[in-house]
């Protein structure tokens, strides 16, 4: 079965302006403007590389469209969408929430066309046309919450496509994974007391958001354990991740028994990433994966979906990327990753006994998980 692929140039028009690192850029105080650490360069580099290694060749390209009023207001504010456009109106744009998440001239439509992309993959798994999609958007989505912008997401691309998979298409039990080295703390709080949706986050602990994604954050209400967080020490690598699939995601998967799992990939976990600091490797990418592709199978007829999100290194992000939709295709180009001797030892670190500790604190929760009710509710 096909791997359906999103991309648009219009992602990389996505205008971010200048700032200086993760600060505003600001003469006054010193704060020398540079270009925003949030730019197209590393996602141009990901959609050029899949093309040139043959890959793209064999997926099949799905077409964006841009996200209506109605769905984004299935996540989102109407204040909050409001804000979005009327900032986006401006000759010079604005900021998204937060101080921190420009939006440019025209990035309303463009935030439009990126959660629109995760829609069209949505459509095309339930129509059955593909079983795996990659949609390589931009702006990124996860730390949007339902009335505001942040952490350079405008709009939370992942949680539309969820509302989407289950509104539209009648799919009951969505699962979103989120690797991203920060914590998905707005798909969290968006799904936080809904038990159709299963929230997993792995992330550097106390990274982004501040004090965010700690593991007694397990959901509320009739979402209560449906909501996982695994706080990885920072210089977490290949083995704390792979052991927190293995004792925790996979784990979690099967008990709650999805209809479709949605992956927020953030690549910025990746051992060159100036936005973290932990220590993966392709390597790493590719096995959690791999791992991925097998619960889909199992549990979902193969349904899932990733969503790009951050990374932040324009040399290796393309390669991590590469590696994610190797394994969604099950092919292997012929492009391997050429950092892969200079970071091999970094495979080879043994799980830590303050990792595992983190990891077993997590595990610990996975029996609160239930499989709710199948039908679905608007
Ligand atoms: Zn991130």
Same mark, same amino acid.
């Given at each position: 079965?096909?791997?359906?692929?999103?991309?648009?140039?219009? !992602?990389?028009?996505?205008?971010?302006?200048?700032?200086?690192?993760? =600060?505003?850029?600001?003469?006054?105080?010193?704060?020398?403007?540079?270009?925003?650490?949030?730019?197209?360069?590393?996602?141009?580099?990901?959609?050029?590389?899949?093309?040139?290694?043959?890959?793209?060749?064999?997926? =099949?390209?799905?077409?964006?469209?841009?996200?209506?009023?109605?769905?984004?207001?299935?996540?989102?504010? %109407?204040?909050?969408?409001?804000?979005?456009?009327?900032?986006?109106?401006?000759? $010079? $744009?604005?900021?998204? $929430?937060?101080?921190?998440?420009?939006?440019?001239? $025209?990035?309303?439509?463009?935030?439009?066309?990126?959660?629109?992309? =995760?829609?069209?993959?949505?459509?095309?798994?339930?129509?059955?046309?593909?079983?795996?999609? !990659?949609?390589?958007?931009?702006?990124?989505?996860?730390?949007?919450?339902?009335?505001?912008?942040?952490?350079?997401?405008?709009?939370?691309?992942?949680?539309?496509?969820?509302?989407?998979?289950?509104?539209?298409?009648?799919?009951?039990?969505?699962?979103?994974?989120?690797?991203?080295?920060?914590?998905?703390?707005?798909?969290?709080?968006?799904?936080?007391?809904?038990?159709?949706?299963?929230?997993?986050?792995?992330?550097?602990?106390?990274?982004?958001?501040?004090?965010?994604?700690?593991?007694?954050?397990?959901?509320?209400?009739?979402?209560?354990?449906?909501?996982?967080?695994?706080?990885?020490?920072?210089?977490?690598?290949?083995?704390?991740?792979?052991?927190?699939?293995?004792?925790?995601?996979? *784990?979690?998967?099967?008990?709650?028994? *999805?209809?479709?799992?949605?992956?927020?990939?953030?690549?910025?976990?990746?051992?060159?990433?100036?936005?973290?600091?932990?220590?993966?490797?392709?390597?790493?990418?590719?096995?959690?994966?791999?791992?991925?592709?097998?619960?889909?199978?199992?549990?979902?007829?193969?349904?899932?979906?990733?969503?790009?999100?951050?990374?932040?290194?324009?040399?290796?992000?393309? !390669?991590?990327?590469?590696?994610?939709?190797?394994?969604?295709?099950?092919?292997?180009?012929?492009?391997?990753?050429?950092?892969?001797?200079?970071?091999?030892?970094?495979?080879?670190?043994?799980?830590? %006994?303050?990792?595992?500790?983190?990891?077993?604190?997590?595990?610990?929760?996975?029996?609160?998980?239930?499989?709710?009710?199948?039908?679905?509710?608007?």
């Amino acid at each position: 079965m096909a791997t359906g692929y999103v991309f648009h140039p219009e !992602y990389l028009w996505h205008d971010t302006g200048t700032s200086a690192g993760v =600060l505003p850029a600001d003469p006054t105080a010193g704060v020398q403007p540079a270009v925003h650490i949030e730019n197209p360069e590393a996602k141009r580099r990901t959609h050029e590389l899949i093309h040139l290694s043959g890959l793209l060749a064999e997926l =099949l390209v799905v077409e964006p469209r841009r996200a209506t009023m109605t769905e984004l207001l299935r996540v989102h504010t %109407p204040a909050h969408v409001q804000h979005i456009r009327a900032q986006s109106d401006l000759r $010079g $744009g604005g900021d998204a $929430g937060d101080g921190f998440s420009p939006v440019g001239h $025209g990035s309303y439509d463009i935030a439009r066309l990126a959660a629109g992309g =995760l829609l069209a993959l949505v459509t095309a798994v339930a129509d059955g046309d593909i079983t795996t999609g !990659y949609a390589l958007t931009r702006p990124p989505g996860h730390h949007a919450t339902a009335d505001t912008g942040m952490g350079f997401c405008l709009f939370n691309n992942l949680a539309i496509a969820a509302r989407h998979a289950r509104t539209v298409h009648g799919l009951a039990r969505i699962a979103i994974v989120d690797w991203d080295a920060h914590h998905g703390n707005g798909t969290q709080t968006i799904f936080y007391a809904d038990p159709t949706v299963l929230t997993i986050s792995l992330h550097q602990a106390n990274c982004f958001p501040p004090d965010s994604g700690w593991t007694h954050e397990n959901g509320t209400a009739q979402g209560a354990g449906h909501a996982l967080n695994v706080p990885l020490p920072p210089g977490s690598g290949h083995a704390a991740y792979l052991q927190t699939m293995h004792q925790v995601v996979i *784990p979690a998967l099967d008990r709650f028994g *999805p209809d479709l799992i949605l992956l927020a990939n953030g690549v910025d976990a990746n051992v060159f990433d100036p936005m973290a600091r932990q220590m993966l490797t392709t390597a790493t990418y590719r096995q959690m994966t791999r791992l991925l592709v097998d619960a889909a199978d199992r549990l979902c007829h193969g349904r899932l979906i990733a969503a790009h999100e951050g990374g932040y290194s324009p040399f290796y992000t393309p !390669y991590c990327v590469l590696a994610v939709l190797e394994e969604l295709t099950g092919t292997t180009t012929r492009i391997t990753d050429p950092y892969a001797t200079i970071v091999a030892a970094y495979t080879s670190e043994p799980l830590q %006994p303050h990792q595992q500790d983190v990891i077993d604190a997590a595990a610990d929760l996975v029996p609160r998980i239930t499989a709710p009710a199948t039908t679905p509710t608007p």
